[in-house]
């Protein structure tokens, strides 16, 4: 149950669905849904008084906050709704709703101000403001209501989407002008959605519920789209064989180190060996340390002396420069038959450079496997895409997809909420990771890490979701070992990525039992 929906996708399933239901199923089911859930919510709730705020909106997502209110002033609990809303345009189902509410007799808010709301002291708020139908800012009058929610302490509970963001995208809808709820739990309809997994929408979801609203499997159609998890990346889990040595692990090349700049690929490079690959090189661009001090087991290298022969996996850039000379090295690495991770300066030179451009493009195996990757963070690739850092962020999915297209090469779109794209248009969002994150340095861990995995045999695309997944569940521990998220640096990852990942084979791999159980017999 990891697939994510488009807007689009979710009204194709959803005008499915109702041409085979009466009227008013569907949002009768998804009010009784937020009903229940927002008892549940209620009940560890620590307020004394119970009243709930239940804001309404325009739309169908307003409908679903009505038909929830009946329900809960049905099971006794004390609720107040604000509606916001031309009642004269309603939709149909949001109509019976609120008629539905007005014949319960339920407590309309007259003011649609927060001083309307002031004075009051909530268990819980309903968001019902706006769901997948939100096309443009919130108007300043709602911004005011919003502003007040996110400034209380009680559970948020948005409905389908918190009212404001983009459900495809996670940005807010109408960037500086917008805002939106900062919601404490969502509980989403018919399939989960992109948008509450990327970009704000991970500061603004809360903890995320699905609801299918009982919507018949025959309505779903394949999507191209998922939430990144293990189970994507379990056939290439496998446990070690007695019988290996290192050269059964691979060699990983690190091409960086541009003067004064040695500490990246250093990174990377360390990454690689704790993510198990046999043999660690570092091809130094201009003349870098002899050794690694910590680790002697990385060799080191000069570019300019290092074949990129096939059997290796190349991770290109970190603290590359651009210069000429880091130039030439690029274009050998990518002329090279070698699976490769494209970081950094790399990224910047072939964003300057269409001949490199072309280069990484054509990089295809016989057969048509797709050999690089690239991980770019939000900046690299607005360079990449000649754009803004800003038109970037608004839209991660598309930018990360474009990528994959334009470069033919699975693209790893770094931020909160990770989004990997593939050639092919599919695209998953990675749910590990947080904040610790935002720290020099780790950009140079992960693309280590998708060294290390392309070296042990890993296909591409197994090795760019497992290493963004590994490489955020590790920053997820340390936080939950209390390390974090504040003044976690970059070499600190990196054995948390080896533990991490270790657990996981462990996780996965089935053991044999160790005897044989023997059943006794009775005489
Ligand atoms: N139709 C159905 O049977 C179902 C609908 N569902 C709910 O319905 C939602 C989608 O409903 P809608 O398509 O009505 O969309 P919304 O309820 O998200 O809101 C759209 C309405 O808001 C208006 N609007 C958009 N941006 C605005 C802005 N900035 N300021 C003021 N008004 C603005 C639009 O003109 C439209 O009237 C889902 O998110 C979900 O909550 C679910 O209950 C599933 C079933
Ligand atoms: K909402």
Known sequence: MSALYSVA???????KALSGLQPYTLMQRAG???????????????????????????????????????????????????????????????????????????????????????GQSWALVIDGLFGIGLSRAPTSKLRAIIDYVNGLRCPVLSIDVPSGLNADSGSIVGAADGAAVN????????????????????????????????????CYKPTRAFLNGPQYFAASLKPRANNSHKGSYGDV???????????????????AAFGGAGRVYLAFVDDGP??????????????????FGPGAALVVGPGMGTSRHAYDILSRALDSEADIVVDADALNLISAEPTLQHKLHDRNRAGGEVVSIITPH????????????????????????????????????????????????????????????????????LSGLCGALLAQGWPTRAAALAATWIHGAAADRLVAEGLGPVGLTASEFIPAIRAVFNNIIRDHVHHRPSHVAHHRTHA
């Not at 002899?290 to 074949?307: C, I, K, Q, S």
């Not at 990997?420 to 140079?444: C, W, Y």
Request: glycine residues 10%; proline residues 6%.
């Open 9 to 15: 996708e979710i009204r194709e399933v959803e005008q």
């Open 290 to 307: 002899a050794y690694d001090g910590e680790h002697p087991e990385l060799m080191f290298r000069v570019a300019d002396r290092v074949e």
């Open 253 to 271: 090349i690190v091409v960086g180190g541009a003067r004064g700049m040695a500490g990246a690929p250093v990174l990377a490079a360390r990454t």
């Open 32 to 118: 009784s849904a937020v009903a229940e859930y927002a008892q549940e919510l209620l009940c560890s709730a620590t307020e004394s008084s119970p009243s709930v705020l239940i804001l309404a909106g325009p739309g169908n997502n307003g409908g679903d906050a009505l038909e929830a209110a009946c329900l809960l002033e049905e099971a006794g609990i004390e609720v107040a709704v604000q509606l916001h809303a031309d009642e004269s345009k309603q939709p149909e189902d949001a109509r019976r709703a609120l008629a539905r509410a007005r014949e319960a007799e339920i407590q309309f808010i007259d003011d649609l101000t927060p001083a309307g709301l002031r």
């Open 378 to 445: 939000p900046l690299e690739a607005a360079r990449l895409l000649d754009t803004t850092t800003q038109q970037v962020q608004n839209d991660r999915p598309q930018a990360a997809r474009l990528l994959a297209r334009h470069f033919n090469a699975i693209t790893v779109l770094k931020g909160a909420g990770t989004v990997i794209a593939f050639p092919d248009g599919e695209m998953a969002i990675n749910p590990t990771g947080n904040p610790a994150l935002s720290t020099a340095g780790t950009g140079d861990v």
């Open 183 to 218: 919601a404490s739990h969502t509980i989403t309809f018919i399939g989960d959605k992109p948008g509450l997994h990327t970009c704000d929408g991970k500061d603004h979801s809360g903890h995320i519920t699905l609801r299918p609203l009982d919507i018949d499997h025959g």
